[in-house]
């Protein structure tokens, strides 16, 4: 298999400086145990958190109810520099313990009433989506999901079944089981053209694809830690400020109110995305993340991004001198940061790979996904193992 040809607004793939990389890989102990190219499904997480690990025990045996104050400020921290990352302004995104329940306290926001009762989503979501959508049937929501049962997205079906009818428009940036990226200015402009919003899933690309929510547009984004954020437990939710001030989710706790933290009363909604907050939050796993999420910003997604490119590109490679089927799209411009292959017995085989200290997920398809801090030379021992393993 040739080297795929690159998109014109896409950059030469390219890794890290050297020096840079050692440095950024002494960070991530779990390097040092096994080549690790799982982080499309659980990123590794750097060292420093230990230190925070350590300092919130020290706060947990002691009394501790003035340390909250210290603890919302890390909580908002974290959430600002998640904006900063996918292009949004401070206050615009919450976090919580996982998307699902930012998902449902986004889709308690609206009233599913006819003529607009639609809410569209792939044949490519996670089981999230569609299981919280079905939920939502006894308050009036109709799903519709489209697809054709491929392993890329069907754009021209995806327009077509967006209408005057539909109210959400529901996709992942880049579904789970390809990799497969999904054209998102395109998709913006079709549901605004017909007054609908659009959700994004972008849980299997922030960290690792450039995202810029101001510039696309987009309505909502949910994502999450730990992937390749290099976090844990921890989900996030912006939504657009303008839209933002205009909704009140039936799904709500008490931090969500606009003198929540002063212990009265609230009389409405907090101003900006904490209204899309629920109770009281567990602040741990914000603080354990912004490690990775610090380590991150210092790259910089676009590099970040050309570095991925490198990598995928020779399993690409790899894969198609060994005769492996890819299931992913091969240009750069419509793929993630994962390679999926379709070989005999893959889970299996992952199972095989895994004994051999070479880590790898299962999804239907065998998932391969080089981060940051991975290198060229794992990707090759990593590929002479599949190949070896496809051959017993």
Not at 317 to 337: D, Q, W
Not at 346 to 367: F, H, P, Q, T
Request: a negative charge; glycine letters at 8%.
């Amino acid at each position: 298999m040739s080297a795929p040809e690159l998109a014109p607004d896409i950059e030469t793939p390219r890794c890290l400086d050297p020096a840079a990389h050692t440095a950024l890989r002494a960070e991530f102990p779990l390097l040092e145990t096994c080549v690790y190219l799982n982080n499309n499904s659980t990123g590794a997480v750097p060292r420093a958190a230990e230190r925070v690990l350590t300092d919130y025990w020290d706060t947990l045996r002691t009394w501790r109810d003035d340390v909250w104050q210290g603890w919302h400020v890390g909580l908002d921290r974290y959430a600002d520099s998640v904006a900063a990352l996918i292009g949004a302004p401070p206050g615009s995104v919450i976090t919580d313990a996982n998307l699902s329940t930012l998902l449902a306290r986004v889709a308690s926001c609206f009233d599913y009433r006819p003529p607009r009762d639609r809410v569209v989503t792939t044949d490519l979501e996670f089981p999230t989506v569609p299981f919280i959508f079905d939920a939502f049937r006894r308050y009036g929501a109709r799903p519709v999901v489209v697809g054709s049962g491929g392993p890329d997205f069907d754009l021209d079906a995806l327009d077509a079944g967006i209408d005057e009818r539909t109210l959400l428009v529901c996709v992942p940036h880049a579904s789970f089981t390809s990799g497969a990226t999904i054209d998102l200015p395109r998709l913006v402009d079709r549901a605004h053209q017909v007054g609908a919003l659009v959700v994004v899933d972008a849980f299997q690309t922030v960290g690792t694809v450039p995202l810029d929510v101001t510039a696309l547009g987009v309505d909502v984004v949910l994502g999450g830690a730990h992937k390749w954020l290099c976090g844990v437990g921890t989900a996030f939710l912006y939504v657009r400020p303008e839209l933002a001030a205009t909704l009140e989710p039936a799904a709500t706790g008490w931090q969500a109110g606009d003198r929540a933290l002063t212990f009265r009363r609230s009389t409405g909604w907090a101003a900006d995305a904490q209204r899309f907050a629920g109770g009281t939050p567990y602040p741990l796993t914000s603080l354990v993340s912004q490690v990775g999420l610090d380590l991150l910003a210092g790259v910089g997604v676009p590099a970040i991004r050309r570095h991925s490119l490198a990598l995928t590109g020779r399993v690409l490679e790899l894969a198609g001198a060994a005769g492996i089927k890819v299931v992913s799209p091969v240009e750069p411009h419509r793929r993630g940061g994962v390679v999926c292959l379709d070989v005999p017995d893959g889970e299996a085989v992952k199972r095989r790979l895994a004994d051999r200290n070479m880590i790898c997920s299962w999804r239907g398809w065998l998932r391969v996904g080089p981060h940051v801090y991975n290198t060229l030379d794992e990707v090759e021992v990593f590929m002479a193992a599949l190949t070896e393993e496809l051959r017993r």
